[in-house]
Protein backbone atom coordinates (compact mmCIF):
# COMPACT_ATOMS: atom_id res chain seq x y z
CA UNK A 1 0.00 0.00 0.00
CA UNK A 2 1.31 3.26 -0.67
CA UNK A 3 1.87 6.43 1.60
CA UNK A 4 -0.96 9.29 0.35
CA UNK A 5 0.77 11.37 2.13
CA UNK A 6 3.63 11.33 -1.05
CA UNK A 7 1.44 10.48 -3.73
CA UNK A 8 0.54 13.60 -5.87
CA UNK A 9 -2.98 14.43 -6.28
CA UNK A 10 -4.31 13.23 -9.76
CA UNK A 11 -5.72 16.11 -11.79
CA UNK A 12 -7.67 16.11 -14.82
CA UNK A 13 -5.56 17.05 -17.62
CA UNK A 14 -7.58 19.90 -20.43
CA UNK A 15 -6.59 18.73 -24.00
CA UNK A 16 -7.60 22.19 -26.15
CA UNK A 17 -8.94 20.95 -29.21
CA UNK A 18 -9.66 22.81 -32.61
CA UNK A 19 -12.51 24.95 -32.31
CA UNK A 20 -15.39 23.19 -34.16
CA UNK A 21 -16.55 26.68 -35.87
CA UNK A 22 -13.25 28.11 -37.52
CA UNK A 23 -10.74 25.51 -36.21
CA UNK A 24 -8.70 27.53 -34.38
CA UNK A 25 -6.84 26.44 -31.07
CA UNK A 26 -9.76 26.84 -28.23
CA UNK A 27 -9.36 28.62 -25.35
CA UNK A 28 -10.42 27.71 -21.67
CA UNK A 29 -12.50 30.57 -21.35
CA UNK A 30 -14.74 29.76 -24.03
CA UNK A 31 -14.03 25.90 -24.55
CA UNK A 32 -14.16 24.16 -27.02
CA UNK A 33 -14.54 27.39 -29.16
CA UNK A 34 -11.96 29.88 -29.53
CA UNK A 35 -13.68 32.99 -28.84
CA UNK A 36 -17.35 34.19 -27.82
CA UNK A 37 -18.39 34.68 -31.66
CA UNK A 38 -18.07 30.96 -32.95
CA UNK A 39 -19.65 30.31 -29.30
CA UNK A 40 -22.90 32.47 -30.31
CA UNK A 41 -22.53 30.96 -33.98
CA UNK A 42 -23.03 27.46 -32.51
CA UNK A 43 -25.66 28.67 -30.25
CA UNK A 44 -27.49 30.14 -33.05
CA UNK A 45 -27.82 26.61 -35.20
CA UNK A 46 -28.94 25.48 -32.68
CA UNK A 47 -31.32 27.24 -31.52
CA UNK A 48 -32.38 27.72 -35.46
CA UNK A 49 -32.46 23.99 -35.51
CA UNK A 50 -29.41 23.22 -37.54
CA UNK A 51 -27.96 20.40 -35.97
CA UNK A 52 -29.83 17.43 -37.13
CA UNK A 53 -30.28 13.58 -36.71
CA UNK A 54 -31.85 12.00 -39.03
CA UNK A 55 -34.53 8.95 -38.00
CA UNK A 56 -37.15 6.66 -40.16
CA UNK A 57 -39.45 7.41 -36.98
CA UNK A 58 -42.83 9.36 -37.71
CA UNK A 59 -44.57 11.74 -35.45
CA UNK A 60 -46.75 10.88 -33.33
CA UNK A 61 -50.16 12.19 -33.81
CA UNK A 62 -50.55 13.61 -29.72
CA UNK A 63 -47.11 16.05 -31.58
CA UNK A 64 -48.50 17.33 -34.19
CA UNK A 65 -52.19 17.56 -33.18
CA UNK A 66 -53.04 21.59 -32.30
CA UNK A 67 -50.15 23.05 -34.11
CA UNK A 68 -52.02 24.44 -37.38
CA UNK A 69 -52.72 28.13 -37.34
CA UNK A 70 -56.30 28.81 -35.48
CA UNK A 71 -56.26 25.52 -33.66
CA UNK A 72 -57.00 25.62 -29.58
CA UNK A 73 -56.08 23.03 -27.38
CA UNK A 74 -58.09 22.52 -24.18
CA UNK A 75 -56.25 21.54 -20.76
CA UNK A 76 -58.69 19.31 -18.53
Known sequence: MTDRSTTPPLRAVRIMAKCPICEKSGTAEYQPFCSKRCANIDLGRWLKEGYRVETDEVPAEDE????????????G
Open 64 to 75: SRGTEPGSTSRI
